[in-house]
């Protein structure tokens, strides 16, 4: 088969994957809340915080708003306990303003019943149970900031498997400190990247077009170095990202990546970017006219780089060799995309550093452990299937993937309507 017989058969299959596909748009936003906690003595206060769209998860009798879901929610699935024993909800979960997209709802505890009046000033053991939404979202994570006695906060991870964690009252030394903080947010960034659909599509995207161990290290190290930079400007809040954006160029990197894939082996890279430039082009108009989508500046940048770069990927060779560079300003988008989380829930000031640091080490963990499983799968592909199997494995692949990242790209570049 020629390789424009070979195009022409793989576009109406990509274009069939960005219409039909019924992905979440939003894959990479994982549901997650926060809560920020305060104990002083038996006084325990409680401020609960999530998107609104997390809400929309639960089931409703009509006329209910989202915040009345939410206070019922939250009074039925978080409880506090001192010494094995309830501590008393001195108020009901009450709603709070917010900002825009978010809600908030706080209460207090009374964890001094039962005890002696004499016992009374001094703080025992806390646990905390949040069952929250996990049962409407297995994956779900909760985020609890605790500040205990006034010591410097600490974060704790729930998860549907990890519901409940015991607050000690020992005073925590600034070296033990900066060890869980650290040990924390490791966890934080391995299970980040799990859940984060796109990021295990892209990295795929960018596995299916290498053949050696060189060229692999090279992929990982380029994207690293990219995220690495991105996410720490980003929390760091030297540069301030636009979510919505961030998510929209996610759903790109991933299309132009498997188009790439296409164009090195087909040789139809010119082709394949004036495609890319006439959607670009379509969706231009409709930002200029209609003011809807991403703005003018961002898909004439866009339209630039798919007509200066897709062509030059001219064979398999000229593609993995600009494969590093590529992997570096697609990873400076996806580490922003990394820092989404993080922005949201905060980093502790007095850790900062070993907060980030352990993040970027668990995405590293989660990122090896994703491409040493994708590279085991292509190796036993490769015995399993007859070589004249494998082009039309990988063409296939890219296409599919191609359709999912155009299908991201559309429906977050017009998330708000």
Known sequence: MTPLKRLALLMPLVLSCALLLSSPAH??????????WQIDGNHVQLLFTLKSREVTRL???????????????????????????????????????????????????????????????QSSPVTLRIDSFFQQAPSHVHYARVALDKQPAVEYLFTDSVREQRINNTVMTWNRSVYHSAAQYTGLGVSHIFGGVDHIVFLLSLLLLLRTVRSVVLMVTGFTLGHSISLSLAVMGWVIPDTLVIEALIGFTIAAVS???????????????????????????LSIFVGLGLTPITLIGLMIFTLTYLPLAKNSAASAA????????????????????????????????????????????????????????????????????VPIIFDFSSALLCGIGLYWFISRSYAAL
């Open 27 to 36: 894959a990479h936003n994982r549901s997650q809340s926060f809560s920020s």
């Open 59 to 121: 089931p409703t009798d009509q006329g209910e708003s989202l915040e009345q879901l939410l206070v019922e929610h939250l009074q039925a699935n978080v409880a506090v306990a001192s010494n094995n024993q309830p501590c008393l909800q001195v108020t009901p979960f009450n709603a709070l303003s917010a900002n825009p997209g978010y809600l908030r709802a706080s209460t207090t505890f009374d964890c001094s019943s039962g005890e002696p009046p004499e016992a009374q000033e």
């Open 259 to 285: 188009a790439e894939n296409i164009a090195a082996t087909t040789g139809a890279g010119r082709k394949i970017a004036y495609s890319f430039a006439l959607g670009l082009c379509l969706m231009l108009l």
């Open 322 to 389: 600009m494969r590093p560079l590529l992997t570096v300003a697609f990873g400076v988008i996806h580490g922003f995309g990394f820092a989404s989380v993080l922005l949201d829930m905060g980093l502790p000031a007095n850790e900062r550093w070993p907060a980030l640091l352990g993040f970027n080490i668990g995405v590293e963990i989660g990122q090896l452990l994703i491409v040493t499983g994708i590279a085991a799968v292509a190796f036993w592909l490769r015995k399993a299937v007859r070589v004249t199997q």
